[in-house]
């Protein structure tokens, strides 16, 4: 796999180079704050983890980063130009790719038009052209076949295929199509053990490659075994903002559960159970 990254990355992109940066990012709905005073940076060859419980504020910092919403505060740069995305489409054409935590994937498709799903390609420009399906099915098995993902047929639906395969392919075609940021919300949330090993295994791939990967999760021991950086949120604010030299695994893993506050609960538990 790493071959297919290096040969899709941007040559010109040095490792740790800043590709997205956010400084001081809020976002209200109406009365409701959802997030406030984000600092995020993206780098090139990095692993960006961003972990939080639900409603912590992920969700919403991936709709702002991706094109989904704008922010209300401060400021986004790409490639230090600031920017404030208006559609997904925008977010893409600057070479940020979102693989959701529900896969944009149709089951019952097969595994090469998901891999080219809203990007066929075609004979021509003119309307209804015919669609060069030889060519699709031929490039999709070669990438993923670079991968070490080796489906029984290119023509199976890729629903039959395991979470963590799933993951991959969407992976691939991130890839495939230009990304330089690959965000991946909750990617290994509702796979077991090795199917999570596999998708861990292409997210430190991306990352050697020069690929700048947000992971977001709420798992910390998966989070730390590919991070370079680690960010947790709680309420829509950042409680923890350190590079992995900064913060060993158990800190990481106590702050996810609570931190202070876990203490807390555990000493009054304590107190009451006496």
């Known amino acids: 796999m790493t071959d297919t990254l290096h040969e899709h990355a941007d040559p010109h992109l040095s490792a740790g180079e800043p590709l997205v940066e956010m400084r001081g990012i809020g976002k209200t709905y109406g009365a409701i704050r959802a997030l406030k005073g984000i600092n995020l940076t993206v780098r090139a060859g990095e692993v960006t983890c961003v972990l939080g419980d639900n409603g912590a504020g992920k969700s919403t910092l991936i709709k702002i980063i991706s094109g989904l919403h704008p922010h209300n505060e401060g400021t986004m740069k790409v490639d230090g130009k600031e920017v404030s995305f208006s559609s997904p489409r925008e977010s893409l054409a600057h070479g940020i790719a979102t693989v959701y935590q529900d896969l944009a994937v149709v089951s019952l498709m097969e595994v090469w038009r998901n ?3 809203g990007s066929e390609m075609v004979g021509s420009r003119v309307p209804l052209a015919p669609l060069k399906i030889n060519d699709m099915k031929r490039i999709a098995d070669e990438e993923l076949r670079k991968m070490g993902i080796v489906v029984k047929d290119i023509n199976q639906p890729i629903g039959t295929l395991s979470g963590g395969q799933r993951q991959c392919v969407a992976i691939a075609r991130a890839v495939y199509f230009g990304a330089r940021v690959l965000i991946l919300d909750e990617p290994t949330a509702a796979l077991g053990v ?10 430190a791939a991306a990352r050697d490659a020069g690929l700048g990967v947000v992971f977001i999760t709420h798992n910390p021991h998966h989070a730390y075994l590919v991070g370079n950086h680690f960010v947790i949120l709680k309420l829509g604010e950042a409680v923890l903002d350190k590079k992995r030299s900064e913060v060993a695994l158990d800190e990481l893993t106590r702050q996810m559960a609570g931190g ?8 009054e538990l304590q107190g009451s159970a006496s």
Do not use: A, I, M, P
């Open 194 to 203: 090795k199917q999570s090993g596999v998708v861990l295994k292409y997210t």
């Open 115 to 117: 891999f080219f799903l």
């Open 260 to 267: 202070d506050e876990l203490t807390e609960l555990s000493h």
